[in-house]
Protein backbone atom coordinates (compact mmCIF):
# COMPACT_ATOMS: atom_id res chain seq x y z
CA UNK A 1 0.00 0.00 0.00
CA UNK A 2 3.00 2.36 0.99
CA UNK A 3 4.78 1.63 -2.33
CA UNK A 4 1.44 2.50 -4.20
CA UNK A 5 0.93 5.66 -2.39
CA UNK A 6 4.20 6.60 -3.39
CA UNK A 7 3.72 5.68 -7.02
CA UNK A 8 0.06 7.40 -7.03
CA UNK A 9 2.29 10.69 -5.73
CA UNK A 10 5.10 10.01 -8.23
CA UNK A 11 2.77 10.23 -11.22
CA UNK A 12 0.88 12.90 -10.10
CA UNK A 13 4.08 15.02 -9.48
CA UNK A 14 4.97 14.25 -12.99
CA UNK A 15 1.58 15.20 -14.38
CA UNK A 16 1.37 18.28 -12.15
CA UNK A 17 5.13 19.13 -14.19
CA UNK A 18 4.00 18.13 -17.68
CA UNK A 19 0.95 20.70 -17.12
CA UNK A 20 3.65 23.39 -15.97
CA UNK A 21 6.07 22.34 -18.87
CA UNK A 22 2.68 22.40 -21.32
CA UNK A 23 2.41 26.39 -20.07
CA UNK A 24 5.81 27.26 -21.93
CA UNK A 25 4.87 28.28 -25.27
CA UNK A 26 8.52 27.08 -26.65
CA UNK A 27 10.07 23.83 -24.76
CA UNK A 28 13.17 24.93 -23.46
CA UNK A 29 16.37 23.96 -25.08
CA UNK A 30 13.86 22.66 -28.31
CA UNK A 31 14.75 26.06 -30.33
CA UNK A 32 17.82 27.21 -31.29
CA UNK A 33 16.71 30.79 -32.46
CA UNK A 34 15.98 31.15 -28.37
CA UNK A 35 18.86 31.60 -25.32
CA UNK A 36 17.93 28.78 -23.52
CA UNK A 37 21.35 29.28 -21.67
CA UNK A 38 20.50 32.87 -20.17
CA UNK A 39 16.80 30.63 -18.92
CA UNK A 40 18.66 28.16 -17.44
CA UNK A 41 21.48 29.78 -15.49
CA UNK A 42 18.38 32.03 -14.66
CA UNK A 43 16.87 29.11 -12.90
CA UNK A 44 20.05 28.19 -11.36
CA UNK A 45 20.76 31.05 -9.88
CA UNK A 46 16.77 31.18 -8.15
CA UNK A 47 15.98 27.88 -7.18
CA UNK A 48 15.61 29.29 -3.32
CA UNK A 49 12.49 31.24 -4.25
CA UNK A 50 9.95 28.54 -4.60
CA UNK A 51 7.10 28.72 -3.02
CA UNK A 52 7.41 32.89 -2.65
CA UNK A 53 4.44 34.93 -3.89
CA UNK A 54 4.22 38.01 -6.08
CA UNK A 55 1.84 40.30 -7.59
CA UNK A 56 2.60 42.16 -11.29
CA UNK A 57 0.15 44.78 -12.02
CA UNK A 58 0.33 46.15 -16.02
CA UNK A 59 -0.92 47.63 -18.66
CA UNK A 60 -1.90 44.76 -20.76
CA UNK A 61 -5.01 43.28 -21.10
CA UNK A 62 -6.48 41.22 -24.11
CA UNK A 63 -4.34 39.48 -26.27
CA UNK A 64 -1.42 41.28 -25.02
CA UNK A 65 -2.74 39.73 -21.23
CA UNK A 66 -2.17 36.36 -22.92
CA UNK A 67 1.03 37.21 -24.40
CA UNK A 68 3.01 38.75 -21.67
CA UNK A 69 1.40 35.54 -19.34
CA UNK A 70 3.68 33.41 -21.80
CA UNK A 71 6.35 34.91 -21.04
CA UNK A 72 5.63 35.17 -17.06
CA UNK A 73 5.19 31.54 -17.02
CA UNK A 74 9.02 31.25 -17.76
CA UNK A 75 9.49 32.53 -14.65
CA UNK A 76 7.35 30.73 -12.36
CA UNK A 77 8.68 28.01 -14.15
CA UNK A 78 12.34 28.76 -13.04
CA UNK A 79 11.62 30.00 -9.31
CA UNK A 80 9.09 28.38 -8.18
CA UNK A 81 7.34 31.40 -7.12
CA UNK A 82 3.32 32.15 -7.53
CA UNK A 83 3.53 34.78 -9.60
CA UNK A 84 0.07 36.62 -10.26
CA UNK A 85 -0.67 39.45 -13.01
CA UNK A 86 -3.39 41.87 -13.39
CA UNK A 87 -4.71 45.06 -14.98
CA UNK A 88 -7.26 47.42 -14.95
CA UNK A 89 -9.28 49.69 -17.65
CA UNK A 90 -7.77 52.36 -15.76
CA UNK A 91 -4.49 51.38 -14.62
CA UNK A 92 -2.81 54.52 -14.18
CA UNK A 93 -5.30 55.65 -11.55
CA UNK A 94 -5.94 52.09 -9.99
CA UNK A 95 -1.86 52.15 -9.33
CA UNK A 96 -2.30 55.47 -7.63
CA UNK A 97 -5.22 54.44 -5.32
CA UNK A 98 -3.24 51.08 -4.19
CA UNK A 99 0.20 53.22 -3.55
CA UNK A 100 -1.66 55.66 -1.70
CA UNK A 101 -3.58 53.28 0.05
CA UNK A 102 -0.44 50.85 0.95
CA UNK A 103 -1.82 47.71 -0.77
CA UNK A 104 1.03 48.19 -4.11
CA UNK A 105 1.48 44.95 -6.09
CA UNK A 106 4.86 44.26 -6.15
CA UNK A 107 6.03 44.97 -9.48
CA UNK A 108 4.51 47.78 -11.25
CA UNK A 109 4.98 47.98 -14.89
CA UNK A 110 3.32 51.55 -16.95
CA UNK A 111 4.38 53.12 -20.13
CA UNK A 112 4.15 56.34 -18.63
CA UNK A 113 7.72 57.59 -17.20
CA UNK A 114 5.82 61.04 -15.95
CA UNK A 115 3.33 58.92 -13.47
CA UNK A 116 6.45 56.90 -12.04
CA UNK A 117 8.67 60.02 -11.62
CA UNK A 118 5.49 61.38 -9.21
CA UNK A 119 5.23 57.75 -7.43
CA UNK A 120 8.90 58.11 -6.66
CA UNK A 121 8.70 61.33 -5.42
CA UNK A 122 6.43 60.33 -2.69
CA UNK A 123 8.43 57.52 -2.12
CA UNK A 124 6.04 54.44 -3.64
CA UNK A 125 9.14 53.26 -5.96
CA UNK A 126 12.31 51.21 -4.65
CA UNK A 127 15.83 52.12 -6.13
CA UNK A 128 16.99 49.34 -8.49
CA UNK A 129 20.62 50.39 -8.27
CA UNK A 130 23.37 52.14 -10.15
CA UNK A 131 24.65 48.90 -11.92
CA UNK A 132 21.49 48.22 -13.78
CA UNK A 133 21.42 51.29 -15.11
CA UNK A 134 24.94 51.09 -16.39
CA UNK A 135 23.98 47.48 -17.84
CA UNK A 136 21.31 49.07 -19.34
CA UNK A 137 23.29 52.01 -21.08
CA UNK A 138 25.60 49.25 -22.13
CA UNK A 139 22.76 47.22 -23.79
CA UNK A 140 20.51 48.64 -24.95
CA UNK A 141 20.46 50.88 -28.32
CA UNK A 142 20.11 54.60 -27.17
CA UNK A 143 21.03 53.18 -23.51
CA UNK A 144 21.12 56.56 -22.37
CA UNK A 145 17.84 57.59 -23.33
CA UNK A 146 16.08 55.09 -21.56
CA UNK A 147 18.05 55.01 -18.30
CA UNK A 148 16.95 58.82 -18.57
CA UNK A 149 13.61 57.50 -18.71
CA UNK A 150 13.76 55.32 -15.73
CA UNK A 151 15.43 57.96 -13.46
CA UNK A 152 14.08 59.99 -11.27
CA UNK A 153 14.14 62.07 -7.87
CA UNK A 154 12.99 60.22 -5.19
CA UNK A 155 11.89 61.45 -1.71
CA UNK A 156 14.93 62.39 -0.70
CA UNK A 157 15.24 64.91 -3.56
CA UNK A 158 17.87 62.46 -5.06
CA UNK A 159 18.30 60.97 -8.58
CA UNK A 160 18.11 57.73 -8.52
CA UNK A 161 17.20 54.41 -11.15
CA UNK A 162 13.97 53.33 -10.37
CA UNK A 163 12.50 51.84 -13.85
CA UNK A 164 13.56 49.36 -15.83
CA UNK A 165 12.80 49.23 -20.05
CA UNK A 166 10.59 46.47 -20.99
CA UNK A 167 9.22 46.40 -24.75
CA UNK A 168 9.21 49.50 -26.97
CA UNK A 169 6.97 50.86 -29.53
CA UNK A 170 8.39 52.60 -32.91
CA UNK A 171 7.23 55.99 -34.40
CA UNK A 172 9.52 57.09 -36.60
CA UNK A 173 8.39 54.87 -40.15
CA UNK A 174 7.09 55.82 -43.95
CA UNK A 175 5.63 53.08 -44.86
CA UNK A 176 5.49 52.46 -49.38
CA UNK A 177 4.30 49.43 -51.55
CA UNK A 178 7.97 48.00 -53.12
CA UNK A 179 5.94 47.41 -56.71
CA UNK A 180 5.06 51.34 -56.96
CA UNK A 181 9.08 52.02 -56.68
CA UNK A 182 10.15 49.52 -58.55
CA UNK A 183 7.63 50.20 -61.21
CA UNK A 184 8.59 54.08 -60.78
CA UNK A 185 12.59 53.57 -60.38
CA UNK A 186 12.42 55.49 -57.08
CA UNK A 187 14.96 54.31 -54.37
CA UNK A 188 14.41 54.34 -50.61
CA UNK A 189 15.93 57.81 -49.32
CA UNK A 190 18.52 57.66 -46.45
CA UNK A 191 18.39 61.71 -45.58
CA UNK A 192 15.82 64.21 -44.91
CA UNK A 193 17.18 66.26 -48.24
CA UNK A 194 16.56 62.72 -50.05
CA UNK A 195 13.19 62.17 -48.95
CA UNK A 196 11.65 65.93 -50.31
CA UNK A 197 13.85 65.14 -53.48
CA UNK A 198 12.30 61.87 -54.02
CA UNK A 199 8.65 63.98 -53.19
CA UNK A 200 9.19 66.08 -55.87
CA UNK A 201 9.99 63.79 -58.33
CA UNK A 202 7.11 62.10 -58.03
CA UNK A 203 5.50 65.45 -58.56
CA UNK A 204 7.58 65.68 -61.45
CA UNK A 205 6.25 62.41 -62.56
CA UNK A 206 2.80 63.25 -62.37
CA UNK A 207 2.24 61.41 -59.03
CA UNK A 208 1.16 62.72 -55.28
CA UNK A 209 4.10 61.81 -53.26
CA UNK A 210 2.15 61.29 -49.01
CA UNK A 211 -1.09 60.57 -48.37
CA UNK A 212 -1.69 62.75 -44.96
CA UNK A 213 -4.38 62.17 -42.62
CA UNK A 214 -5.23 63.84 -39.62
CA UNK A 215 -8.95 62.58 -38.99
CA UNK A 216 -9.84 60.61 -35.43
CA UNK A 217 -13.18 61.66 -34.25
CA UNK A 218 -12.30 63.86 -31.16
CA UNK A 219 -8.55 63.54 -31.25
CA UNK A 220 -8.49 64.84 -34.80
CA UNK A 221 -5.28 66.26 -35.23
CA UNK A 222 -2.69 63.57 -33.10
CA UNK A 223 -1.23 62.85 -36.11
CA UNK A 224 0.76 65.94 -36.96
CA UNK A 225 1.50 65.73 -33.45
CA UNK A 226 3.58 62.71 -34.51
CA UNK A 227 5.29 64.57 -37.21
CA UNK A 228 6.30 67.68 -35.36
CA UNK A 229 7.43 65.64 -32.98
CA UNK A 230 9.51 63.40 -35.25
CA UNK A 231 11.22 66.84 -36.89
CA UNK A 232 11.77 68.42 -33.71
CA UNK A 233 14.26 65.02 -32.91
CA UNK A 234 15.87 66.22 -36.35
CA UNK A 235 16.46 69.50 -36.00
CA UNK A 236 17.13 70.40 -32.42
CA UNK A 237 19.02 68.64 -29.32
CA UNK A 238 17.39 65.86 -27.30
CA UNK A 239 17.97 68.38 -24.39
CA UNK A 240 15.93 71.06 -26.56
CA UNK A 241 13.05 68.35 -27.11
CA UNK A 242 13.21 67.49 -23.54
CA UNK A 243 12.71 71.27 -22.48
CA UNK A 244 9.91 71.39 -25.01
CA UNK A 245 8.17 68.44 -23.79
CA UNK A 246 8.29 70.19 -20.06
CA UNK A 247 7.86 74.07 -21.67
CA UNK A 248 11.02 75.33 -20.55
CA UNK A 249 11.50 75.67 -24.10
CA UNK A 250 8.24 77.76 -25.15
CA UNK A 251 6.14 75.94 -27.64
CA UNK A 252 6.58 79.42 -29.62
CA UNK A 253 10.19 79.09 -29.18
CA UNK A 254 11.48 79.89 -32.49
CA UNK A 255 13.04 76.27 -32.57
CA UNK A 256 9.56 74.93 -32.35
CA UNK A 257 7.77 77.03 -35.11
CA UNK A 258 10.72 75.53 -37.31
CA UNK A 259 9.96 72.47 -36.92
CA UNK A 260 6.25 72.69 -37.48
CA UNK A 261 7.24 74.60 -40.98
CA UNK A 262 9.00 71.89 -41.97
CA UNK A 263 5.61 69.44 -41.56
CA UNK A 264 3.86 72.06 -43.56
CA UNK A 265 6.02 71.58 -46.09
CA UNK A 266 4.58 68.39 -46.52
CA UNK A 267 1.21 68.67 -45.50
CA UNK A 268 0.60 71.98 -46.97
CA UNK A 269 2.23 71.72 -50.18
CA UNK A 270 -0.85 70.66 -52.52
CA UNK A 271 1.09 69.32 -55.09
CA UNK A 272 2.15 67.02 -52.03
CA UNK A 273 -1.07 65.23 -50.59
CA UNK A 274 -3.63 63.20 -51.74
CA UNK A 275 -6.76 65.15 -52.04
CA UNK A 276 -5.31 68.05 -51.66
CA UNK A 277 -4.45 70.33 -48.24
CA UNK A 278 -8.34 70.12 -47.46
CA UNK A 279 -8.11 66.82 -47.64
CA UNK A 280 -5.52 66.46 -44.42
CA UNK A 281 -7.66 67.31 -41.63
CA UNK A 282 -10.65 65.87 -43.00
CA UNK A 283 -8.97 62.33 -44.05
CA UNK A 284 -9.55 59.92 -40.75
CA UNK A 285 -5.88 58.39 -40.63
CA UNK A 286 -6.90 54.83 -40.52
CA UNK A 287 -8.11 55.42 -44.39
CA UNK A 288 -5.36 57.31 -45.42
CA UNK A 289 -2.85 54.88 -46.06
CA UNK A 290 -5.45 53.32 -48.41
CA UNK A 291 -4.02 55.27 -50.91
CA UNK A 292 -0.71 53.54 -51.57
CA UNK A 293 -2.85 50.73 -52.76
CA UNK A 294 -4.97 51.77 -55.48
CA UNK A 295 -4.35 51.23 -59.10
CA UNK A 296 -3.05 53.88 -60.22
CA UNK A 297 -1.50 54.44 -56.71
CA UNK A 298 -3.06 57.78 -55.32
CA UNK A 299 0.18 58.16 -53.06
CA UNK A 300 3.53 56.30 -53.03
CA UNK A 301 4.24 57.62 -48.75
CA UNK A 302 2.85 57.04 -45.65
CA UNK A 303 4.24 58.50 -42.17
CA UNK A 304 2.36 56.59 -39.49
CA UNK A 305 3.45 54.28 -36.44
CA UNK A 306 3.98 50.29 -36.50
CA UNK A 307 0.59 49.75 -36.06
CA UNK A 308 -0.74 51.53 -38.94
CA UNK A 309 -0.65 47.72 -41.14
CA UNK A 310 -4.12 46.56 -39.36
CA UNK A 311 -5.49 49.28 -41.18
CA UNK A 312 -3.86 48.21 -44.67
CA UNK A 313 -6.37 46.12 -46.95
CA UNK A 314 -7.35 42.60 -46.02
CA UNK A 315 -4.72 39.96 -46.70
CA UNK A 316 -1.64 42.95 -47.52
CA UNK A 317 1.91 40.83 -47.37
CA UNK A 318 4.14 43.06 -44.97
CA UNK A 319 7.54 42.83 -46.42
CA UNK A 320 6.20 42.26 -50.12
CA UNK A 321 2.99 44.47 -50.49
CA UNK A 322 3.74 47.15 -48.12
CA UNK A 323 7.33 47.70 -46.49
CA UNK A 324 8.64 50.74 -44.86
CA UNK A 325 12.07 52.98 -44.49
CA UNK A 326 13.02 54.50 -41.46
CA UNK A 327 12.51 58.60 -41.30
CA UNK A 328 15.01 60.05 -42.22
CA UNK A 329 17.59 62.54 -40.30
CA UNK A 330 18.72 65.55 -42.36
CA UNK A 331 21.95 65.34 -43.27
CA UNK A 332 22.70 68.75 -42.67
CA UNK A 333 22.25 67.94 -38.68
CA UNK A 334 24.76 65.12 -38.59
CA UNK A 335 25.04 65.87 -34.88
CA UNK A 336 21.36 64.59 -33.90
CA UNK A 337 23.01 60.77 -35.32
CA UNK A 338 20.23 58.72 -35.35
CA UNK A 339 17.20 59.91 -33.46
CA UNK A 340 14.31 57.53 -32.70
CA UNK A 341 10.18 58.60 -31.43
CA UNK A 342 8.10 55.70 -29.65
CA UNK A 343 7.21 55.14 -26.51
CA UNK A 344 7.84 51.66 -24.00
CA UNK A 345 6.64 50.29 -20.59
CA UNK A 346 8.72 50.45 -17.83
CA UNK A 347 8.88 47.95 -14.86
CA UNK A 348 9.26 49.15 -11.29
CA UNK A 349 9.44 47.58 -7.55
CA UNK A 350 6.82 48.92 -5.55
CA UNK A 351 6.38 46.39 -2.83
CA UNK A 352 10.35 44.74 -2.46
CA UNK A 353 10.82 40.88 -2.02
CA UNK A 354 13.41 39.33 -3.29
CA UNK A 355 10.95 37.33 -5.50
CA UNK A 356 10.38 41.41 -7.36
CA UNK A 357 14.25 41.72 -7.75
CA UNK A 358 14.85 38.34 -9.26
CA UNK A 359 11.94 39.19 -11.64
CA UNK A 360 13.39 42.51 -12.60
CA UNK A 361 16.22 40.14 -13.28
CA UNK A 362 14.58 38.02 -15.23
CA UNK A 363 13.69 41.26 -17.83
CA UNK A 364 17.47 41.33 -18.28
CA UNK A 365 17.38 37.83 -19.63
CA UNK A 366 17.48 37.56 -23.67
CA UNK A 367 14.95 34.61 -22.96
CA UNK A 368 12.26 36.63 -21.25
CA UNK A 369 11.90 38.75 -24.79
CA UNK A 370 12.79 36.54 -27.26
CA UNK A 371 9.65 34.29 -26.29
CA UNK A 372 7.24 37.56 -26.61
CA UNK A 373 9.21 38.40 -29.80
CA UNK A 374 8.36 35.08 -31.35
CA UNK A 375 4.50 35.71 -31.09
CA UNK A 376 3.68 39.50 -32.25
CA UNK A 377 3.65 42.94 -31.24
CA UNK A 378 6.94 43.32 -29.14
CA UNK A 379 9.95 45.51 -30.15
CA UNK A 380 12.65 45.79 -28.04
CA UNK A 381 15.92 47.95 -27.68
CA UNK A 382 17.64 45.33 -26.28
CA UNK A 383 20.97 44.46 -28.53
CA UNK A 384 21.48 41.07 -26.51
CA UNK A 385 18.69 39.15 -27.54
CA UNK A 386 18.82 36.95 -31.08
CA UNK A 387 17.04 38.71 -33.89
CA UNK A 388 16.25 35.31 -35.05
CA UNK A 389 13.73 35.25 -32.90
CA UNK A 390 11.59 37.77 -34.27
CA UNK A 391 8.21 36.37 -35.79
CA UNK A 392 9.07 38.12 -38.70
CA UNK A 393 10.79 40.83 -40.75
CA UNK A 394 9.11 43.14 -40.57
CA UNK A 395 9.04 43.14 -36.76
CA UNK A 396 13.18 42.35 -37.10
CA UNK A 397 13.69 45.63 -39.38
CA UNK A 398 11.86 47.55 -36.63
CA UNK A 399 13.90 46.05 -34.10
CA UNK A 400 16.96 46.93 -35.92
CA UNK A 401 15.96 50.92 -35.96
CA UNK A 402 15.26 50.70 -32.30
CA UNK A 403 19.28 48.41 -31.24
CA UNK A 404 20.86 50.84 -33.79
CA UNK A 405 19.26 54.32 -32.60
CA UNK A 406 21.24 57.12 -30.74
CA UNK A 407 18.55 58.46 -29.16
CA UNK A 408 14.99 57.00 -28.27
CA UNK A 409 12.31 60.09 -26.98
CA UNK A 410 8.87 59.23 -26.15
CA UNK A 411 5.99 60.60 -28.02
CA UNK A 412 6.21 64.11 -26.83
CA UNK A 413 2.38 64.56 -26.99
CA UNK A 414 2.01 62.17 -24.23
CA UNK A 415 4.00 63.40 -21.80
CA UNK A 416 2.90 67.06 -22.05
CA UNK A 417 -0.12 67.88 -19.65
CA UNK A 418 -3.43 66.36 -20.80
CA UNK A 419 -4.42 69.93 -21.76
CA UNK A 420 -2.02 70.47 -24.23
CA UNK A 421 -0.52 66.90 -25.65
CA UNK A 422 -4.41 65.75 -26.00
CA UNK A 423 -5.92 69.16 -26.35
CA UNK A 424 -4.31 72.49 -27.93
CA UNK A 425 -1.23 70.74 -29.48
CA UNK A 426 -3.81 68.38 -31.48
CA UNK A 427 -6.34 71.66 -32.35
CA UNK A 428 -3.33 73.39 -32.98
CA UNK A 429 -2.06 71.93 -35.91
CA UNK A 430 -5.83 71.11 -37.80
CA UNK A 431 -5.69 75.27 -37.42
CA UNK A 432 -1.96 75.19 -39.12
CA UNK A 433 -3.01 72.94 -41.78
CA UNK A 434 -6.00 74.75 -42.24
CA UNK A 435 -3.91 78.05 -43.17
CA UNK A 436 -2.69 79.37 -39.79
CA UNK A 437 1.05 80.39 -40.06
CA UNK A 438 3.10 78.00 -37.54
CA UNK A 439 4.01 80.68 -35.65
CA UNK A 440 0.02 81.82 -34.77
CA UNK A 441 -0.67 78.08 -33.92
CA UNK A 442 2.40 78.22 -31.79
CA UNK A 443 1.22 81.07 -29.93
CA UNK A 444 -2.15 79.28 -29.56
CA UNK A 445 -0.39 76.58 -28.21
CA UNK A 446 2.03 78.76 -25.37
CA UNK A 447 -1.25 80.64 -24.82
CA UNK A 448 -3.29 77.27 -23.63
CA UNK A 449 0.21 76.44 -21.36
CA UNK A 450 0.68 79.29 -19.42
CA UNK A 451 -3.27 79.03 -18.30
CA UNK A 452 -2.73 76.21 -16.65
CA UNK A 453 -0.34 77.49 -14.64
Known amino acids: MKKLLLMTVAVAALAAGSALAADLKFQPGQDSKFNWKSYDDFKAAHADLKGETMTIFGPWRGEDEALFTSVLNY ?54 GDDLANWVKTNYGAGDSWVGYGTYKGKDGKDAFYAFPYKAD ?3 LVWYVPENFEEAGYKVPTTMEDLIKLSDQIVKDGGTPWCI ?22 TVSPKDYDGWVDNSLKFNDHKVVNAIDEFGKFAKNAKYVNGG ?35 FPEGTKL ?107 WTGMVDFVGGKSAQDSADAIQKAWDSIK
Open 213 to 234: GLGSGGATGWPATDWVEDLMLR
Open 319 to 425: GQDADFFYFPPYASHPELGKPVLGAGTLATITKDSKAARAFIEFLQTPIAQEVWMAQSGFLTPYKGVNTAAYANDTLRKEGEILTTATTFRFDGSDLMPGKIGAGAF
Open 170 to 172: LKS
Open 75 to 128: FTEATGVNAKYSSSENYEQQIVIDTQAGSPPNVAILPQPGLLANLASKGYLTPL
Open 277 to 311: VAAVASTDFRDSPKGLFTVPPKCYLHKQASFIPSF
